[in-house]
């Protein structure tokens, strides 16, 4: 079964991984100047670097959908710059996982694949969709929406160890961001983690950098650049969170009640 997933940040290579290890073969799309901030776990990563690995697994970038899907059904992540979807048909895939995350939908219809799925706002099943799940961290983590949406974009991030919104950490100004520490420093609050146009960006709570973007992206003044993990346990920045994970979970319940893997759904 081959899966195309629009984006290729944390949460939709946690899909990935969940994926994979079910033996989907994966095709990821991204924009060719990523913005994901947990890069240690993001395959579009592959597209800055040629090519990336997300705990025990492999992506690689891909010039052509025929390179992509060679790749991709030898086992590899195939990762294509491709924010339009253009490569779709010439893919043909079996699935299709919009996980831009965008909390809107940037172009997805249900007519792009046999199954679609939408992760996180912006998406109603069935109407634009054939399912929807779930990305607000809490008690519906994870759930598959067969009729309905998620729950709407509250802007506010998640809470983790009793920290929410002052554990993310924003760009100060608009100009070209400059990391001073890496992904996986140990950090108190008031460590400076970046400059923007000359402004630092200061460590707001205690703990580890858990993601933090690369030299030379372009930001705006409040724009995510990373964030702090207040658990400060170093060996997390490597690997796919709870959140990602829960997600791709629900993403593969609904691979399989769609498709009918397992028989008719209940």
Do not use: W
């Not at 679609?116 to 779930?134: K, L, M, N, Q, S």
């Not at 509250?154 to 070209?176: E, F, N, S, Y």
């Not at 796919?240 to 994970?245: I, M, P």
């Amino acid at each position: 079964m081959l899966v195309v997933i629009r984006g290729a940040g944390d949460l939709a290579s946690g899909i990935a991984v969940r994926l994979h290890r079910a033996g989907c073969a994966i095709c990821m799309l991204d924009i060719a100047v990523p913005t994901a901030v947990r890069r240690t776990v993001a395959f579009s990563e592959a597209i800055r670097l040629g090519e990336t690995q997300v705990e025990d697994i492999e992506g690689k970038l891909a010039s052509s959908p025929e390179e992509a899907l060679a790749l991709a059904h030898a086992g590899t992540i195939a990762v294509l710059v491709d924010p339009e979807g253009a490569t779709i048909p010439a893919l043909h895939p079996d699935v299709l996982v919009d996980a831009i995350l965008a909390k809107r939908n940037l172009g997805t219809t249900k007519d792009m694949a046999p199954v679609v799925i939408g992760v996180g706002p912006g998406f109603t099943a069935p109407v634009v969709c054939h399912a929807c799940v779930e990305t607000k961290r809490g008690h519906e983590l994870g759930r598959v929406y067969y009729e309905g949406s998620p729950i709407p974009n509250t802007g506010v991030p998640g809470m983790i160890a009793g920290h929410a919104a002052d554990r993310v950490l924003r760009a100060p100004a608009d100009g070209i961001f400059e990391p001073v520490l890496e992904i996986g420093d140990v950090v108190s609050a008031g460590d400076i983690a970046a400059t923007v146009a000359g402004v630092p960006l200061p460590c707001t709570i205690d703990g580890v950098i858990r993601g933090l973007l690369q030299e030379g992206v372009p930001v705006t003044k409040g724009m995510k650049s990373g964030d702090i993990d207040p658990r400060g346990i170093v060996e997390h920045c490597f690997t796919v969170s709870d959140k990602a994970r829960a997600i791709g979970g629900g993403v593969l319940e609904a691979i399989c009640g769609l498709s009918g893997t397992f028989g008719k759904r209940m």
